[in-house]
């Protein structure tokens, strides 16, 4: 057993070769197979070939004949229902009407199943090839319900298209009715139609197996922008097919009075009223195209008879239709034509704007990262590119698919005066939506990157501040770390200026009592003499009552001084070590907004020479007074 990797598809296929060469494909090993790594396409059972009986691949004309009868079924079904509405109209006219209308049930029947597959039909004066979209929508839907069930080959294929068309040439060629284009251009409209249901049954899958060869062999990112261009184009065609609806739903509700005036002139009774809007509704998709391109400004035309816009239109000359009661008169606000020609521009701005700020889509803003890219690298600029990309290729779209589904809603009712019937001109039509869907789009993507470079300019100026910030915040922690310093350097000044004071306090007083001791003995000597001579002797009494009170007196001045110097030095410390018994701030912020904080002049001291100036100049007095 080995395992082949699809290309394009990104998912392995498990193929299982017998000793005869003959491939059978392994059921339980494709289901086991899982998601795709590459392109995200996973394997179902759906995607297998079922094998027969005996184990062996069913062959090709089995497979031919199993898509055969799938067309079969899926053209059927339709034509059918068709067929029974057709039906149940012309009985509802016969009950009002003496004739019966049960011959044209056949004849109608076949002019809408060819009318729906755009091949227009001739009855006399009446020349119809107005596609009714809404049959043709139930021919594609029943189609793809049966086409999406084969997954054997292109042999079903093939025999899926090959009886749908071989089905329509038959109604073609069995026709009461005269159709208005040749053969050949109806096999080729028909083949069209069939190739269409096929795309819509397996285009999905050969959609992402296109997008996945893209992602592995091109470019990852070009992949995600086409994918991402028609995600945003699909939801635009759907706020405008809405936008399309809205305006017919409208129209029928304020025109449906003159709808029933309409079918009374022309003698029309409730029953064959109600037929004829029934079968109206196969071209209410067409309709609704024409007010789509009214809403935008381009009006749409009944013929010769009329051209209706949002500032001009009466149904007064119209035929004696019913269905043509409800076109719309002008409108005479100004306000609301500008709302209804603004709608295609809003809702492509909203729309962009919504795909660019998705995680899941474009994250032009980079969300789904931890950190935002700068402006200025690689990945922002790829980003911006592709999202323009982005915004080109959707408008390329939308002019692509604005042209088709115009251009299919034109037709004729007639050879003469009806001969045109739809949109005034399909390229004007198809300009009037994609020029707003452009500058919508173009708007989005101009206000992201404004957007962008205001973040980025914010960004900068934040950090350069920050940056600053965190400058000042070293700058002012130097300043601190030199004030703690300083402040230090003074308290060991005062610590060496006490001890000083010490050292001077205890020199003055040995010096006190070495004249104590020695006025002592003077005295001691001064009795003595005076006991034994007499009278003292008067020259040396006074020397050595001088020496004694210079002693004192320098004894005591140097005691003030050293209590004056204690005290300064004191007082300075405490200071010191008061602010330094502060509460510490929790940020630097807050240390730097605090009035608290100790600053240089909060820890100023007094200088060591002033202290020694002083003791000098005390010093030089003391002799003097001596």
Same mark, same amino acid.
């Given at each position: 057993?080995?395992?082949?990797? =699809? ?71 339709? *034509? ?23 011959? %044209? ?13 755009? #091949? ?14 809404? %049959? ?49 251009? &109806? ?13 819509? @049954? ?20 070009? %992949? ?24 017919? #739903? ?45 809403? &935008? ?77 700068? /402006? ?44 045109? /019937?739809?949109? *005034?001109?399909?390229? +004007?039509?198809?300009? &009037?939506?994609? $020029? ?29 501040? +920050?940056?600053?910030? $965190?400058?000042?915040? !070293?700058?002012?922690?130097? %300043? ?26 205890? =020199? ?48 005591? !001045? @140097? ?22 018994? /502060? ?10 907004? =605090?009035?608290?904080?100790?600053? +240089? ?12 100036? &002083? ?12």
């Amino acid at each position: 057993m080995t395992k082949r990797p =699809s290309a394009g598809h990104g998912s392995d296929t498990t193929d299982t070769e017998d000793r005869d060469g003959v491939a059978s494909s392994s059921i339980g090993a494709a289901t086991s197979a899982g998601p795709a790594t590459s392109t995200g396409v996973t394997t179902s059972l759906d995607d297998v070939t079922l094998p027969d009986a005996d184990g062996t691949r069913p062959s090709a004309v089995s497979r031919f004949l199993r898509g055969a009868l799938w067309g079969l079924f899926g053209w059927f079904l339709p *034509t059918f229902l068709l067929w029974l509405v057709v039906a149940t109209c012309m009985f509802m006219f016969s009950m009002e009407n003496t004739t019966s209308l049960t011959a %044209a049930i056949m004849p109608v029947s076949a002019a809408t199943v060819l009318t729906a597959q755009g #091949v227009g039909v001739r009855y006399q004066f009446l020349d119809v090839s107005v596609i009714p979209l809404l %049959a043709t929508i139930i021919y594609l839907v029943s189609g793809y319900a049966f086409a999406r069930r084969l997954k054997d080959g292109a042999a079903p294929l093939v025999g899926f298209a090959a009886v749908w068309v071989a089905l329509d040439m038959f109604v073609y060629g069995r026709s009461p009715l005269t159709a208005s284009d040749a053969w050949p251009v &109806a096999l080729g409209k028909f083949l069209v139609v069939a190739l269409v249901v096929l795309v819509l @049954a397996h285009g999905a899958r050969a959609y992402r197996a296109a997008i996945g060869a893209i992602k592995t062999r091109v470019s990852a990112p070009l %992949a995600r922008t086409v994918d991402l261009s028609f995600r945003i184009v699909r939801v635009f065609a759907l706020v405008m097919a809405t936008v399309g609806i809205v305006t017919f #739903v409208v129209w029928l509700v304020v025109g449906f009075d003159a709808m029933r005036t309409v079918a009374s002139f022309i003698g029309m009774g409730n029953a064959s009223f109600w037929a004829a809007f029934v079968l109206s509704l196969l071209w209410m998709p067409d309709m609704c195209l024409w007010a789509l391109s009214w809403s &935008a400004g381009a009006g749409f035309r009944i013929g010769s008879f009329a051209t209706f816009t949002m500032w001009q239109g009466d149904a007064r000359e119209l035929p004696a239709i019913p269905i043509f009661g409800i076109l719309p008169q002008p409108v005479p606000n100004a306000t609301a034509t500008l709302a209804l020609e603004s709608i295609p521009a809003v809702a492509a701005f909203l729309i962009a704007v919504a795909f660019m700020l998705s995680k899941k889509r474009i994250d032009i803003f980079h969300r789904r990262l931890k950190k935002r890219p700068r /402006l200025a690298s690689p990945r922002s600029i790829v980003d911006i590119l592709l999202s323009f990309v982005t915004m080109c290729l959707s408008c390329i779209w939308i002019v692509v698919g604005c042209f088709i589904a115009f251009s299919l809603s034109c037709g004729s009712l007639g050879t003469e005066r009806l001969a045109q /019937l739809g949109v *005034t001109d399909v390229a +004007e039509s198809t300009r &009037a939506l994609a $020029r707003p869907a452009a500058i919508g789009f173009f708007c989005a993507f101009l206000l992201m990157v404004i957007v962008s470079c205001i973040i980025e300019l914010v960004t900068v100026l934040r950090a350069r501040r +920050e940056a600053a910030q $965190r400058l000042e915040t !070293d700058t002012d922690l130097d %300043a601190i770390a030199r004030t703690v310093r300083t402040s230090r350097s003074a308290e060991r000044d005062a610590e060496r200026h006490a001890s000083d004071s010490r050292r001077v306090a205890r =020199s003055a007083r040995g010096m006190h009592d070495g004249a104590d001791r020695s006025g002592a003995s003077y005295g001691a000597d001064a009795a003595l003499g005076s006991e034994e001579g007499g009278a003292p002797r008067s020259d040396d009494d006074a020397a050595a009552s001088d020496v004694a009170g210079g002693f004192t007196e320098g004894y005591d !001045d @140097a005691m003030r001084r050293a209590g004056r110097t204690v005290r300064s030095m004191g007082r300075g410390v405490s200071a010191s070590g008061a602010s330094h018994t /502060l509460a510490e701030p929790r940020s630097v912020r807050e240390a730097l907004d =605090s009035a608290d904080f100790p600053s +240089e002049s909060s820890l100023h001291l007094p200088e060591a020479g002033e202290t020694d100036g &002083a003791h000098r100049n005390d010093g030089a007095g003391t002799p003097s007074q001596g």
